[in-house]
């Protein structure tokens, strides 16, 4: 009851100054600049499985780099630590799509949520899976509880026509042999995760695991064991929101992971996930009043970890 009231509280609130939040729509993408700014929803899901929201949250939006969350969590499942191997732990400090980071540290990504990060992740994941968009899809659709949970093929598309940035730092890897599939097979397989569409209450019930120990809140099946779990909040923590995780984690405390979509995971160990999506991004990429909301959450239930 109280986590309504305080979510029915912020969404009144931020939807009646939606105009003046600082920022614009992703518009790397016609598919994305497109897309309705002035729209919020809000979605928290608990470790008991009730689900509490407000706003927008019957509207479809693409998940974007909230999507590296699932990508690193299968990698994980069939590799381990082994992965550590081809992928960092530590944040990156600089842009989510940097270059010049990857040619420094000799085609070894900083962390698996910088796109080099996520797309080598998705380089393991295509050597051991057969079928890695149908395995993706199908753990999606499973978790969320909706089979109909899709990807937006016009976004997956329009993102391969505009990969070259992307596929430069697949190529850059594979230069460092950090790579070991068709560099286009696997960007079509990432821009395919990036594109997967849900709404904010089935986002929020998606990663209900990492808020439970690793295990799904609905299905009570584990996910990740309790240690590689809390090994995700960790990283989720220090690199899950751009090279903004700091701002992030002083106003908000929690691990989180944002998506040039608009959407930002957050996580409240033990308690619930919590969803907010609002398209309008700051010049870090990260949902300006989608932040906000987050932050009076955490101020009004307390929830700030430290
Ligand atoms: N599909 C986007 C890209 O690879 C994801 C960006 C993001 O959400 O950070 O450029």
């Not at 509207?59 to 994980?76: P, R």
């Not at 899950?240 to 957050?266: E, T």
């Not at 033990?270 to 907010?276: R, S």
């Given at each position: 009851m109280q986590i309504q009231k305080v979510i029915d509280e912020i969404t009144h609130d931020?939807?009646?100054k939606l105009a003046n939040f600082d920022g614009e729509v992703a518009s790397y993408i016609p598919a994305l600049a497109s897309v309705r700014p002035d729209q919020f929803a809000m979605a928290v899901h608990t470790v008991e499985g009730e689900t509490f929201y407000g706003g927008d949250c019957e509207k479809l939006f693409t998940i974007q780099s909230v999507s590296k969350v699932l990508t690193?969590?299968?990698?994980?499942?069939?590799?381990?630590?082994?992965?550590?191997?081809?992928?960092?732990?530590?944040?990156?400090?600089?842009?989510?799509?940097?270059?010049?980071?990857?040619?420094f540290e000799q085609g070894k990504p900083r962390n698996p949520f910088i796109n080099a990060g996520a797309?080598?992740?998705?380089?393991?994941?295509?050597?051991?899976?057969?079928?890695?968009?149908?395995?993706?899809l199908e753990t999606v659709r499973w978790l969320?509880?909706?089979?109909r949970i899709n990807i937006n093929q016009l976004v997956s598309r329009s993102e391969y026509q505009h990969?070259?940035?992307?596929?430069?730092m697949a190529?850059?890897?594979?230069?460092?042999?950090?790579f070991e599939n068709e560099v286009d097979e696997v960007l079509k397989v990432y821009f395919g995760f990036c594109a997967i569409e849900m709404n904010c209450v089935e986002l929020a019930k998606t990663f209900s695991y990492l808020a439970n120990k690793g295990v799904d809140v609905a299905s009570q099946q584990r996910i990740l064991s309790t240690k590689q779990?809390?090994?995700?909040?960790?990283?989720?923590?220090?690199?899950?929101?751009?090279?903004?995780?700091?701002?992030?984690?002083?106003?908000?405390?929690?691990?989180?992971?944002?998506?040039?979509?608009?959407?930002?995971v957050a996580i409240v160990p033990g308690?619930?996930?919590?969803?907010?999506?609002?398209p309008k991004l700051n010049s870090y990429g990260n949902s300006s009043a989608g932040l906000y909301a987050l932050e009076q959450f955490a101020n009004k239930l307390s929830l700030h970890l430290f």
């Amino acid at each position: 009851m109280q986590i309504q009231k305080v979510i029915d509280e912020i969404t009144h609130d931020v939807q009646s100054k939606l105009a003046n939040f600082d920022g614009e729509v992703a518009s790397y993408i016609p598919a994305l600049a497109s897309v309705r700014p002035d729209q919020f929803a809000m979605a928290v899901h608990t470790v008991e499985g009730e689900t509490f929201y407000g706003g927008d949250c019957e509207k479809l939006f693409t998940i974007q780099s909230v999507s590296k969350v699932l990508t690193l969590t299968l990698a994980l499942q069939r590799y381990g630590n082994e992965l550590w191997q081809r992928v960092g732990k530590e944040p990156s400090g600089t842009a989510f799509n940097s270059l010049t980071q990857l040619e420094f540290e000799q085609g070894k990504p900083r962390n698996p949520f910088i796109n080099a990060g996520a797309i080598v992740t998705c380089d393991a994941l295509y050597s051991r899976l057969s079928a890695p968009t149908h395995h993706m899809l199908e753990t999606v659709r499973w978790l969320s509880g909706n089979q109909r949970i899709n990807i937006n093929q016009l976004v997956s598309r329009s993102e391969y026509q505009h990969r070259h940035r992307n596929a430069a730092m697949a190529h850059l890897m594979a230069s460092f042999n950090n790579f070991e599939n068709e560099v286009d097979e696997v960007l079509k397989v990432y821009f395919g995760f990036c594109a997967i569409e849900m709404n904010c209450v089935e986002l929020a019930k998606t990663f209900s695991y990492l808020a439970n120990k690793g295990v799904d809140v609905a299905s009570q099946q584990r996910i990740l064991s309790t240690k590689q779990n809390s090994q995700l909040n960790s990283l989720l923590f220090t690199s899950g929101l751009y090279d903004a995780a700091g701002d992030f984690a002083y106003r908000v405390g929690m691990p989180g992971k944002s998506g040039v979509g608009g959407a930002i995971v957050a996580i409240v160990p033990g308690q619930f996930t919590v969803a907010v999506w609002s398209p309008k991004l700051n010049s870090y990429g990260n949902s300006s009043a989608g932040l906000y909301a987050l932050e009076q959450f955490a101020n009004k239930l307390s929830l700030h970890l430290f």
